[in-house]
Structure formats: structure tokens, C-alpha cells
């Protein structure tokens, strides 16, 4: 996927008005992306959930563990490391 192509899927993501809301809070504007991703042990066919999160609900995400929830910031982290993470969050709402 090029940048373009990113750029351009985050912003029709973004645009969609069910994500003016943090998915955790009453936070308009969230600007963190999280993969929440069924832990070992799960029963078979559970699927990686995405969310966009405010700032304060992503504290809560990352306190989750890395084994269970990966985040990154829409704003200030590089597409290459969210592009990945984004397609799943599109994937799921």
C-alpha cells in the first residue's frame, strides 16, 4: 500500500462519524489507533477488534499488555508502523 493510498483510507476512516468518538469515552477526537488482538488460549475464531481511542483510554489499552493490545498514535507515529494496525480497524467497523 502506497503512502497515498493510506493516507487517503485513514482519512475516509477518520471521517466516518462513528469514530468522532473514542471508542472507551464520551472524548470526542481520538487520535490513537488500537489492535486488541484475542489472547492465547482463546476459543478458535476470535478475531483482532481495532478501535480509535483518546489519550487517556489508550493508557488503559497499553496497560493491557503488548500481547493483547498494540497502540499507536494516529498523529505522531509514522504510517509505516500503523498502516498495518489501520487496515485491521478499517477491516472491523
Not at 502506497?2 to 475516509?12: G, T
Not at 469514530?19 to 490513537?32: F, T, Y
Not at 475464531?45 to 489499552?61: D, F, K, P, Q, V
Request: glycine fraction near 6%; proline fraction near 8%; charged fraction near 20%.
Amino acid at each position: 500500500m502506497s503512502q497515498a493510498e493510506f493516507k487517503k483510507r485513514l482519512k475516509a476512516l477518520m471521517i466516518k462519524t462513528e469514530n468522532h468518538i473514542c471508542s472507551d469515552c464520551p472524548e470526542r477526537q481520538p487520535r490513537w489507533a488500537s489492535l486488541i488482538v484475542p489472547p492465547p488460549g482463546s476459543p478458535p475464531g476470535s478475531l483482532a477488534m481495532g478501535a480509535l481511542c483518546c489519550l487517556e483510554c489508550s493508557g488503559s489499552h497499553r496497560r493491557l499488555g503488548v500481547h493483547i493490545s498494540f497502540v499507536r498514535s494516529i498523529t505522531l507515529d509514522s504510517c509505516k508502523s500503523i498502516h498495518y494496525w489501520m487496515y485491521d480497524i478499517t477491516a472491523c467497523t
